[in-house]
């Protein structure tokens, strides 16, 4: 979300495996799929520096200040699913289905207790 008033602009990179299964190898590598969207969302402002170096126009409505480009992480899993580096040490920074004994009603990042939850992730007690 970009707004030129204000000259902020928003990316937001989605790493959640949004797939009803428990995580494996090859849907925990939220960490190596964003690192690469950082690189790329990078190299894209960079190089709009370079190409507005080289033109004699007028900078676009919405343009980037070099030096001004700061990353924000914000960890949060879909409700049913949670963060647990104790049960996953393969992937610490996974979001993994709830399991039975636990769920996560919102968009946080860990699986609350419930005895009377019985399925992967549960959404409610």
């Known amino acids: 979300l970009c707004s030129s008033i204000n000259r902020l602009c928003f990316v937001t990179v989605d790493s959640l495996n949004r797939e009803d299964r428990l995580c494996q190898e090859s849907a925990c590598d ?9 690189h790329l969302i990078e190299r894209f402002f960079k190089q709009q520096v370079e190409v507005g170096r080289q033109s004699s126009e007028q900078l676009p409505e919405i343009y980037y200040i070099e030096g001004t480009l700061q990353m924000v992480r914000v960890d949060r899993c879909y409700p049913g ?5 104790l049960a996953h040490p393969d992937c610490p920074e996974c979001c993994v289905a709830c399991s039975p004994g636990s769920y996560n009603p919102s968009n946080g990042i860990h699986c609350l207790r419930c005895d009377t939850s019985l399925k ?3 959404t409610k007690c």
């Open 81 to 85: 699913y949670g963060i647990d580096a």
């Open 30 to 38: 939220a960490p190596h799929r964003l690192n690469k969207a950082k």
């Open 120 to 122: 992967y992730g549960a």
